[in-house]
C-alpha cells in the first residue's frame, strides 16, 4: 500500500472587476454553464492563460532576438577575416 503526501496550500486570490458588455457576459456565462463552473473561474482561467501565453510569446520573442543577433555578429566577424 502507498502512502500519500497531502499538502496544505493556502490559495490567495485578489479581486479584479471589470466592465464588460452584456454580449460578453452572456458568451462567459454560457461557456461557464457548459463546463460547470462559476463566471469568475472561467474569466480566472481565460486571463491566466492569456498572460502566460503572452509571456511565452515574449520569451519566444527575446530568444529568436537574441539569435538574430548572435549570428549577424558571426556574419559580419566572417566579413571582417
Known amino acids: 500500500m502507498s502512502e500519500r503526501c497531502i499538502i496544505d ?3 490567495f486570490a485578489v479581486k479584479v472587476q471589470v466592465n ?3 454580449d460578453v457576459v452572456k458568451k462567459i456565462d ?3 454553464k457548459a463546463i460547470g463552473v462559476s463566471r469568475s473561474a472561467v474569466c480566472a482561467m481565460w486571463i491566466g492563460n492569456a498572460v502566460l501565453g503572452v509571456d511565452k510569446a515574449t520569451e519566444t520573442l527575446q530568444r529568436v532576438s537574441d ?8 556574419e559580419e ?3 571582417k577575416k
Open 77 to 79: 566577424e566572417k566579413k
Open 30 to 32: 454560457s461557456y461557464a
Open 9 to 11: 496550500v493556502e490559495v
Open 20 to 22: 464588460l458588455n452584456d
Open 67 to 74: 539569435d538574430m543577433v548572435k549570428a549577424m555578429t558571426q
